[in-house]
């Protein structure tokens, strides 16, 4: 029953065989709760306020979905930055030690502690000794 004209064709003629007592009684009853089940839904139907109310409970619907699709998405982000983070904290210590393990051996080398100059003094280091080339 893929219609609504269907179903009341059907309806019709399950209350037109009902009305000549061409039913049993297990049969009668099923077609009496399915015409009582119709024409309540045909009258929701037809009923502004509830039209409404479906209209309203399929907006929210779509809003739900589309705020688990984003709180899904922040999740993943959140892990996304939490693992970067944890790379960064890595690295972040890895520096600590190399500038530690350069402090100590700098004192006994000074080509070692040119090592421990940040990336930013190294840099302008070898512009400067650049621009001494030329």
Not at 67 to 77: F, G, H, L, Q
Not at 81 to 98: P, Q, T
Request: charged residues 35%; glycine residues 2%.
């Amino acid at each position: 029953m893929s219609s609504d004209f269907q179903c009341r064709l059907l309806l019709e003629s399950l209350e037109t065989r009902y009305a000549a007592d061409k039913l049993g009684d297990e049969l009668r009853t099923a077609v009496d709760q399915l015409a009582t089940t119709v024409h309540r839904q045909q009258a929701l139907a037809d009923d502004p306020a509830y039209r409404q109310a479906v209209e309203d409970v399929q907006r929210l619907r779509q809003h739900l979905a589309f705020d688990a699709e984003r709180s899904d998405a922040r999740e993943a982000e959140i892990v996304n930055l939490r693992s970067e983070l944890r790379r960064k904290n890595g690295e972040i210590e890895d520096l600590h030690e190399a500038l530690a393990r350069a402090r100590t051996e700098g004192d006994r080398s000074p080509q070692l502690a040119s090592q421990a100059l940040s990336r930013q003094q190294r840099r302008a280091v070898e512009r400067a000794s650049r621009k001494s080339q030329l």
